[in-house]
């Protein structure tokens, strides 16, 4: 990786812009948002609850996005990559990663609530617990969910069905299979490489249009919720929910702190560098709507942006840190709640199964409780209708969740770079100190005289009437070279 020379240096830092001042920035009108929603859930949570509308409508607009621009970030970088074996290779390692990252989220799960036992005592007889209608729908969900569906789930019934029901790890599948195939054509796949490059920008730009409607998605998200739930539930099982959020922090601390360490990066500025995406996770309660803003600032940082673009979707849906010890946590809980003892060999499989069980829960409403129920059945020795125990207070551990999982992914995607020998650590010290650092070069749309000479070169090929390759000289279109690429394509090398 280049580093910036220091003249370079002096000169972006001269013509910078100056800085917003405090009040101007958009975390501050997030943080504002919190705060005022917060108040009026707590002093008038009817009108709170009547309040829902707002949350919902700004999430939904964010995640219309996110698979158009997961999508095409996957695409783009997959077709313009000169080696396709560097693709593979860099989604092996983000899966063990991955892997290894759940297992250690879910041993700190496992051994906080053993060394604090905190289900002893309740005595809960599992035969007369009362279960509601939407519980009883997740439990039955969970019950039928075998541990391999995950993976059968990855392929699509259709091309459009993932986007519409906003399925990121099958629009992940898509858009692999699609950068590999637009990489494959070469020189001929060169104006749908730069049709997607345009895209990207189209797609970002329509972000950052919806980004100045958080803070009013952040009040109207908050003040629901509060509304709603009210702080009841806090009192009476504060002692789980604090376990929760001490564990959560512990983990992002030492673990994912470690991992900054290792790459000589500080967690905590991290954090403070993506402040925006972490207020938007706390408002909304769901980590999809920072999923593009995670990915610009990986990018802007030094990542690669086909590592970005692969690491960071696929993460949401094999990453999930802080569900992994919530899973742990709670299922460990129920079995001593409901005086089921596990050995700790019990408790050692149910970890074997939740590192496939878990893999399911992003993108799906209540997915926690599902991988959840799926765990228990599978185990069999832990009562499923349990998780009533823990139903009333789910909401107030999902924004810790989230928070976790997010932390979890941009860490990772810093260490699968660093492994690819792509990380230009120095930059991202940089950034992350809020330090001036120079934009990195962009790909250049094709220009028109290089597109009709591509036109041209492409003249001397059989073609139907109706513009379709001649099967019968179909195979001189495998003979064009993968390296055989116009110049807007190898620009983008």
Not at 97 to 109: E, K, N, P, S, V
Not at 344 to 361: C, D, F, R, W
Not at 413 to 423: N, P
Request: net charge positive; glycine share 10%; aromatic share 10%.
């Amino acid at each position: 990786m280049g580093h910036i020379t220091p003249a370079g240096r002096a000169a972006a830092t001269k013509n910078a812009a100056p800085k917003k001042r405090w009040y101007t920035q958009l975390y501050f009108w997030v943080l504002t948002g919190i705060v005022l929603g917060i108040l009026v859930g707590w002093l008038a949570p009817a009108a709170g609850i009547a309040l829902e509308p707002i949350g919902t409508t700004f999430v939904n607009s964010m995640r219309m996005l996110i698979g158009p621009i997961v999508f095409l970030t996957i695409v783009g970088g997959i077709a313009s990559v000169a080696d396709l074996k560097k693709v593979g290779m860099t989604g092996l390692k983000a899966l063990t990663y991955f892997q290894i990252g759940t297992i250690f989220a879910l041993l700190f799960g496992l051994v906080a609530i053993n060394v604090f036992r905190l289900g002893e005592g309740v005595n809960a007889d599992a035969s007369t617990i009362k279960t509601t209608d939407s519980a009883a729908k997740l439990i039955d969900a969970g019950a039928h969910q075998e541990w391999w569906q995950f993976l059968t789930h990855i392929i699509p019934t259709s091309i459009a069905g993932p986007f519409v029901e906003g399925d990121i790890l099958q629009i992940i599948f898509i858009a692999v299979v699609f950068g590999i195939a637009l990489n494959a054509m070469g020189k001929v796949g060169a104006p749908v490489l730069d049709g997607v490059q345009r895209l990207t920008g189209v797609m970002f730009k329509i972000l950052g249009f919806i980004m100045k409607a958080a803070p009013l998605g952040a009040f109207g998200a908050m003040a629901f919720a509060v509304g709603k739930y009210g702080v009841s539930s806090l009192s009476s099982m504060g002692g789980l929910i604090a376990l929760f959020y001490a564990t959560s922090i512990l983990f992002v601390v030492v673990v994912l702190g470690s991992v900054m360490a290792f790459l000589k990066l500080n967690i905590f500025k991290m954090i403070r560098h993506l402040k925006e995406e972490y207020l938007l996770l706390l408002g909304t309660s769901t980590a999809e709507p920072a999923l593009p803003g995670l990915m610009r600032k990986l990018e802007h940082a030094g990542v690669k942006k086909e590592t970005v673009g692969l690491v960071v979707p696929t993460g949401y849906s094999f990453n999930l840190d802080g569900a992994a010890i919530y899973l742990s946590l709670a299922a460990v809980y129920i079995a001593q709640a409901t005086n089921t003892n596990l050995t700790i060999t019990q408790q050692l499989g149910l970890i074997a199964v939740m590192l496939l069980t878990s893999k399911g829960a992003a993108g799906v409403a209540g997915g926690g409780f599902i991988a959840l129920t799926a765990t228990l059945a599978t185990l069999g020795t832990i009562p499923a209708a349990g998780i009533m125990l823990i139903f009333g207070i789910d909401k107030f551990m999902s924004e810790c969740r989230a928070l976790v999982n997010f932390t979890g992914n941009a860490v990772a995607t810093l260490f699968i770079a660093w492994w690819d020998r792509t990380l230009d650590a120095d930059r991202v010290r940089r950034v992350f100190n809020g330090e001036t650092v120079e934009p990195l070069p962009q790909a250049d749309p094709a220009p028109v005289d290089a597109l009709k000479k591509l036109d041209g070169d492409l003249t001397g090929y059989p073609r139907h009437a109706a513009g379709e390759i001649d099967p019968a000289n179909a195979a001189d279109f495998g003979s064009l070279s993968t390296d055989d690429r116009s110049p807007a394509y190898s620009k983008s090398l």
